[in-house]
């Protein structure tokens, strides 16, 4: 299984594997009807009988579902009923075409079972007002889930996008500027390109306290970076503020970075605490894990914020009870300098030495009187 590479209990967005098992599963019942040895006439027949009540079951589910959606023509389609009807019923060719399609070889094929089409339809009717009665053909949570990844109808999409247009995209372009003028009155106190960084934290189980300090004791709150100002949906010189955090090991300071959450998992996490929004525990991993999946993929098709800001993803109860949050961030901090020694030392390697490109260009002669020729097959 493919996993991210935030996590490893954040998986990859779904693939194809469940038309591939169909494939698998066509190919098995085609090898079996062959070996009870049907004809292919017969067997492409009752196929065909098949499909075409399919699909005539479906049409009449819509058409139930349209009676529902004609109360609310004006609040949901703005007072069309074409609106509606295309909503239940889909592209209208293709509905019509798959009702002809249906209706004609119900009909007029020849029929195995020797049934009146009227008393097929009939049945037909009368099997999806019981599935709909009873609820007999309602999506698993996994197809659920996968309807509402395709669609982007999550809530951590919203929630990641949100984050992204109305926060990170705002600030992440000026930190680099609003850290040197904090330097320049700090004394460097942020060194290294690690420590140029915003560090977002993200706990899956979307436990945000308002005090780091209270999480580890190894983390303590240092400074303020200057503040951020903008004009923002009607309100004038908004401020944006980011704290700097100075991580401390064995009682010595051995680390400095600007750190906080991810602000969002508290709406996720309160979600979760309040019925009304029938978010369950389950709901709401399942949510951050999307979240934190959907927000890097977003900042990768944004290198002016991506660049700037590191994603500290871990789940604590996992980890156990000797996880520590300040070794985790150093880790990362740590990490990024290693990298960055890496890619330097590579661009250095690559990179002629200086001195060679200012020397004189130097004429070599040979000690020979006479040119050789070009031709090697002349003595």
Same mark, same amino acid.
């Given at each position: 299984? $493919?996993?991210?590479?935030?996590?490893?209990?954040?998986?990859?967005?779904?693939?194809?594997?469940?038309?591939?098992?169909?494939?698998?599963?066509?190919?098995?019942?085609?090898?079996?009807?062959?070996?009870?040895?049907?004809?292919?006439?017969?067997?492409?027949?009752?196929?065909?009988?098949?499909?075409?009540?399919?699909?005539?079951?479906?049409?009449?589910?819509?058409?139930?579902?349209?009676?529902?959606?004609?109360?609310?023509?004006?609040?949901?389609?703005?007072?069309?009923?074409?609106? *509606?009807?295309?909503?239940?019923?889909?592209?209208?060719?293709?509905?019509? $075409?798959?009702?002809?399609?249906?209706?004609?070889?119900?009909?007029?094929?020849?029929?195995?079972?020797?049934?009146?089409?009227?008393?097929?339809?009939?049945?037909?009717?009368?099997?999806?007002?019981?599935?709909?009665?009873?609820?007999?053909?309602?999506?698993?949570? $996994?197809?659920?889930?996968?309807?509402?990844? /395709?669609?982007?109808?999550?809530?951590?999409?919203?929630? $990641?996008?949100?984050?992204?247009?109305?926060?990170?995209?705002?600030?992440?372009?000026?930190?680099p500027a609003r850290i040197r003028s904090y330097n320049q009155r700090h004394n460097n106190i942020?060194?290294?390109?690690?420590?140029?960084?915003?560090?977002?934290?993200?706990?899956?189980?979307?436990?945000?306290?308002?005090?780091?300090?209270?999480?580890?004791?190894?983390?303590?709150?240092?400074?303020?970076?200057?503040?951020?100002?903008?004009?923002?949906?009607?309100?004038?010189?908004?401020?944006?503020?980011?704290?700097?955090?100075?991580?401390?090991?064995?009682?010595?300071?051995?680390?400095?970075?600007?750190?906080?959450?991810?602000?969002?998992?508290?709406?996720?996490?309160?979600?979760?605490?309040?019925?009304?929004?029938?978010?369950?525990?389950?709901?709401?991993?399942?949510?951050?894990?999307?979240?934190?999946?959907?927000?890097?993929?977003?900042?990768?098709? *944004?290198?002016?914020?991506?660049?700037?800001?590191?994603?500290?993803?871990?789940?604590?109860?996992?980890?156990?009870?000797?996880?520590?949050?300040?070794?985790?961030?150093?880790?990362?901090?740590? /990490?990024?300098?290693?990298e960055e020694v890496t890619v330097d030392s590579a661009r250095t390697s690559v990179m002629p030495?200086?001195?060679?490109?200012?020397?004189?260009?130097?004429?070599?002669?040979?000690?020979?009187? /006479?040119?050789?020729?070009?031709?090697?097959?002349?003595?």
């Amino acid at each position: 299984m $493919a996993y991210s590479s935030l996590h490893p209990s954040i998986p990859w967005p779904r693939g194809q594997r469940a038309k591939k098992a169909a494939f698998v599963l066509l190919s098995v019942s085609l090898a079996a009807l062959w070996h009870l040895g049907e004809s292919p006439e017969h067997i492409l027949q009752w196929l065909i009988l098949h499909l075409a009540s399919l699909q005539l079951g479906l049409l009449l589910k819509r058409v139930c579902h349209l009676a529902e959606e004609l109360c609310h023509i004006h609040s949901r389609y703005q007072g069309s009923y074409w609106k *509606a009807v295309r909503a239940c019923l889909g592209c209208p060719i293709r509905c019509g $075409a798959l009702l002809l399609l249906s209706c004609y070889f119900n009909a007029f094929l020849p029929n195995p079972a020797d049934l009146p089409f009227t008393w097929m339809l009939a049945l037909l009717s009368l099997s999806v007002a019981l599935s709909i009665l009873l609820d007999l053909q309602h999506l698993a949570p $996994a197809e659920v889930s996968a309807v509402c990844e /395709q669609r982007k109808l999550n809530v951590a999409h919203g929630l $990641a996008w949100s984050f992204y247009i109305g926060y990170l995209k705002l600030i992440l372009p000026e930190l680099p500027a609003r850290i040197r003028s904090y330097n320049q009155r700090h004394n460097n106190i942020l060194q290294g390109i690690a420590s140029h960084r915003l560090y977002i934290l993200f706990p899956l189980d979307c436990g945000v306290p308002d005090d780091l300090s209270v999480v580890d004791p190894n983390i303590r709150f240092l400074h303020e970076l200057p503040l951020q100002k903008a004009d923002r949906a009607g309100v004038k010189s908004r401020v944006y503020t980011n704290s700097i955090y100075e991580l401390l090991e064995d009682g010595r300071p051995v680390g400095t970075c600007v750190l906080e959450y991810a602000t969002p998992l508290q709406t996720l996490f309160a979600m979760s605490q309040d019925s009304r929004a029938a978010f369950s525990r389950e709901n709401r991993l399942e949510q951050a894990k999307l979240f934190c999946q959907t927000l890097e993929d977003i900042l990768a098709d *944004a290198p002016e914020c991506r660049k700037n800001c590191r994603l500290i993803v871990y789940q604590e109860s996992v980890e156990g009870s000797s996880f520590s949050l300040s070794q985790e961030i150093l880790k990362h901090l740590k /990490q990024e300098e290693k990298e960055e020694v890496t890619v330097d030392s590579a661009r250095t390697s690559v990179m002629p030495d200086s001195s060679m490109l200012h020397q004189e260009p130097e004429l070599l002669i040979s000690s020979m009187d /006479q040119p050789l020729p070009l031709r090697t097959d002349v003595y």
